[in-house]
């Protein structure tokens, strides 16, 4: 099955400082959703994208629908400790007819130093 | 509260033996899914439900059955014939899109962690 290609792999970064990843496709995507999870739990959903080039915020983080449809952007603004774990993107195919499936990319792992 | 419970939390089995994970949800979601994730991995799809009674394979179905016989539960039995069934098992639900609504949002339970010995 396809996977999404996320990036960067793993980062570390310090509090304060702001966050950039991305998710990107070789299919036209038509829903985009970004996940954190945090060590042994489940993934907690982030926000949903519908729309290309749609930007939808939610408290510090930010995400938006790439144009071509191929890719998705996330930023998380003026990190803190409790935004460590590991972020995952999520995309459903154009073409993926009337199922409801999702494809999800590798994962980000994102640490924050004090 | 509404929301999706996995049990147990942590389960160990010999190699061998089948063993079954429950998912239960009060969300009233049609769709459900059962994922594997790996160290390192993202999540990949091992059968999913959009309607009691009926299911699909996902990318990954070898050696798992699930069965959806009431909307809320969404049991994965890992058969003997999984290989490698040492893993993190997430379950998710969805409404199912169609239904009024575009969205395609999964909401995910806490997992359980399977070690085969």
């Known amino acids: 099955g396809q996977q999404l290609n996320q990036s960067p792999q793993s980062m570390f970064i310090q509090e304060g400082e702001d966050v950039s990843m991305n998710c990107t496709s070789s299919?036209?995507?038509?829903?985009w959703l970004w996940y954190k999870q945090d060590p042994g739990e489940g993934p907690v959903l982030l926000i949903a994208?519908?729309?290309?080039?749609e930007l939808t915020s939610n408290g510090r983080l930010t995400a938006q629908f790439g144009i071509t449809r191929k890719d998705s952007f996330l930023n998380i603004s003026a990190s803190i400790p409790s935004d460590v774990g590991i972020y995952f993107c999520?995309?459903?195919?154009?073409?993926?007819?009337?199922?409801?499936?999702?494809?999800f990319g590798t994962g980000t792992r994102l640490q924050v130093t004090l | 509260d509404g929301g999706i419970t996995q049990s147990p939390k942590y389960l160990f089995r010999k190699e061998g033996q089948n063993v079954t994970l429950s998912c239960e949800q009060n969300?009233?979601?049609?769709?459900m899914y059962w994922y594997r994730q790996d160290p390192g991995q993202g999540l990949r799809l091992i059968y999913y439900?959009?309607?009691?009674?009926?299911?699909q394979k996902g990318d990954i179905a070898e050696g798992y059955s699930v069965s959806r016989e009431k909307k809320e539960s969404f049991p994965l039995t890992v058969t003997s014939a999984q290989k490698n069934p040492t893993a993190f098992y997430l379950c998710?639900?969805?409404?199912?899109?169609?239904?009024?609504?575009?969205?395609?949002?999964?909401?995910f339970g806490p997992g359980t962690r399977l070690t085969v010995t």
């Open positions: 994208l519908y729309k290309a080039g």
């Open positions: 999520a995309g459903r195919v154009r073409s993926a007819g009337t199922a409801s499936k999702l494809t």
């Open positions: 299919s036209i995507f038509n829903t």
């Open positions: 969300l009233n979601h049609d769709a």
């Open positions: 439900s959009q309607i009691v009674n009926d299911f």
């Open positions: 998710a639900s969805s409404i199912l899109p169609g239904q009024g609504t575009t969205s395609y949002e999964q909401y």
